[in-house]
């Protein structure tokens, strides 16, 4: 007996005769192939076909019982499996007349059951590799040559697949774009070869993170792409970061130089954003989120603002005081605000590069920890173009109002204060920049 080729697939036996289904899969492992057997009530639970597991189906049914006849008509109209190479044994010899006159092409691969061992083997040699070559056809037109991922076309068709399905459902899709910060710069410094073998890293470092209903392809030459069937974006984010975390943790050695590995990453999801109605809208949200991420330095993922407006208004509020964070969390909530905390300058900056708030509340004397000025310059520094409403806490009252306006800061309030200030300056300035967007 030959040895099972683990490279050749699973061959998927749907048979309902325990003798006849044993008889078969002891030929098929003849020819070095692995068998999934489904007989009795498992072969009713395919729903779908086309598993990228199975290699090839055969069947041996008894095509007189409606159930099974309504499960093999599916087989062989291609309504399963259709991609998938199929050799069937009829016992209904009627049944197998006429479907070879239907399908002439496809008349090598039907026997009348029972089949003899050398006739069902030679059978199956020829089903299997035509599986191979056609397998083999499919991976170089729709897979990307050095990383083995879905080239930009077949994730683009499958982009359009997944979207089709979650409107249909009404379930999330979304859709994350990861670039490699600075390869050009790799490129330029080490050659071609290393900006390759980075590719290739990240490609790995993607792909060992999915999950197997997830799509993955490169859309360029440093760009790849994730469809995140079922996935709302914050799901997308954790996975996102998680990636992101990993490729900063590797690094690629070139002619004994260690290359290291940096990603950014832009993310939407339908339907969470009302204004994409399209695949074509999906992916042109997720590429303005990952410009967001570049022009903010890169090495950070950054979720389409579109999506997060459709949420409640998220207050950002940096401070030392764990009690006014506290108090500003309870009294904010009740306008129905999402308060996200940040009792330092550095968690400031990594929630803030991260996502947009709709308002910042931000003690003025706190300084970036690592560059020395204050934490608002350096937060103009992140939002250049984009703003959003500021109010600035300080214990300082005699700061200057221009000064602070020329930071950016809308609103000034000295410490000592009331919360419940704080909680109408809030609803004011959201309201006012609400009516400035619309």
Known sequence: MSTVDPTAGHVLLVCDDRPQSERLSRWIAAAGHEVVVLSGAEKFLMHEGDDLRVNLVVTDLDSDDPAVRGLLDR??????????????????????????LANPALAPYALAAPPSAEDFEARFRLAAEVGRLQRELARH?????????????????????????????????????????????????????????????????????????????????????????????????????????????????????EVAIRLSCGISTYPDNRTIKTPDDLVATAETALREAKIRGGNRVFIDEGVLRMERPIVLVVDADAHLLDLAEDLLSLDDFRVVKAESARTALLTLSFRRPDLLVLDLGMVDPDGGVALIEKVQHLYPQSRFPIIGLSN???????????????????????????????????????????
Do not use: C
């Open 75 to 100: 087989l062989l109209s291609g309504d399963l499996f259709r991609a998938v190479p199929q050799l069937h044994v009829f016992r209904d010899l009627a049944l197998m007349s006429a479907w070879r």
């Open 141 to 257: 037109s729709t897979r990307d040559g050095l990383t083995a991922l879905a080239n930009r076309r077949h994730l683009l068709l499958r982009l359009d697949e997944e979207f089709s399905r979650a409107r249909r459902y009404r379930t999330p899709l979304s859709y994350a774009l990861f670039d490699i910060d600075r390869l050009k710069e790799v490129n330029d410094a080490h050659g071609q070869a290393a900006g390759d073998a980075v590719i290739r890293r990240v490609g790995e470092l993607i792909r060992g993170q999915v999950r197997r209903e997830d799509v993955v392809g490169r859309m360029g030459e440093d760009v790849f792409g994730v469809a995140l069937p079922g996935n709302r974006y914050r799901g997308a984010a954790i996975l996102a970061n998680k990636i992101r975390t990993e490729a900063e943790e590797a690094s690629v050695s070139h002619r004994g130089v």
């Open 396 to 438: 300082d009252p005699n700061a200057d109002p221009d000064a602070l306006a020329r930071l950016g800061v809308d609103r000034f309030i000295t410490k000592p204060f009331s919360v419940s200030l704080l909680r109408s300056a809030a609803r004011e300035l959201l309201d006012a920049y609400r009516l400035q967007s619309s």
